[in-house]
């Protein structure tokens, strides 16, 4: 009964260079969440997916982020051209409904960009 | 943006004691409400939820309790044990939206 899986978990990458994370949600959920945790601060939504579509990303920077939940395969969220202020940690949740409901979080992936 | 936050940042408790953490919320249109666990370098771990249309809901040593008309919402812990020692959030839904508080750390001394 695997919960949701995120990889890398920890990610380290250069300025200007390209971040991917990968999130696959709980087996039968298809709607999937990102967030971003930075240290001392809460939880932020990013954007909501579900399969092949994009619900809601008015969390996500306007530039070089992306997201992405096809059809088969897992969620990948992308940052390009990474800096230093992206360096956090990145959380999905996936649950079996939209989105008011209990949402189901993976470990997360550090990144950090030197 | 919505402000999900705590009264305090940090609790400690004797084991065997019971702990209360706060939450405070500003949109009294909220209409329901989580309560998450997060251990050290893990992910959020959900542990109760609540609907506005209740006031109060148990657990397994988890009740929370929420207060609209001063828009509060509290989660108690009986017989704090040691694995609780974590950072616990509370999560407001309005908007079409979770918004995240910033967390109690809980620390539980032996």
């Known amino acids: 009964n695997a919960g949701v899986m995120q990889n890398p978990r920890h990610l380290v990458r250069r300025r200007g260079q390209e971040a991917r994370l990968r999130c696959s949600p709980v087996k039968g959920h298809s709607h999937v969440y990102w967030y971003r945790q930075l240290p001392e601060e809460g939880l932020k939504f990013m954007v909501y997916?579900?399969?092949?579509?994009?619900?809601?990303e008015s969390g996500m920077p306007k530039e070089r982020f992306s997201a992405e939940f096809p059809k088969e395969g897992p969620s990948i969220l992308r940052i390009q051209q990474v800096v230093r202020g992206d360096s956090a940690a990145y959380f999905c949740?996936?649950?079996?409904?939209?989105?008011?409901?209990?949402?189901?979080f993976g470990p997360g992936t550090r990144l950090l960009v030197l | 943006g919505e402000n999900v936050g705590l009264h305090l940042p940090t609790l400690s408790v004797q084991e065997g004691d019971n702990s209360i953490i706060n939450c405070a919320y500003s949109n009294s249109a909220s209409d329901y409400f989580i309560w998450y666990k997060q251990e050290s370098g893990k992910g959020p771990q959900f542990i109760i939820d609540i609907r506005s249309n209740m006031d109060k809901r148990q657990g397994q040593r988890v009740t929370v309790l929420l207060n609209k008309t001063v828009k509060h919402l509290s989660l108690q812990i009986a017989a704090t044990q040691p694995g609780d020692s974590a950072v616990y959030f509370c999560a407001e839904y309005t908007g079409n939206q979770f918004y995240f508080g910033t967390g109690t750390s809980l620390t539980v001394i032996p």
């Open positions: 949740a996936s649950s079996p409904r939209g989105f008011k409901e209990t949402q189901y």
């Open positions: 997916l579900q399969k092949e579509n994009i619900i809601d």
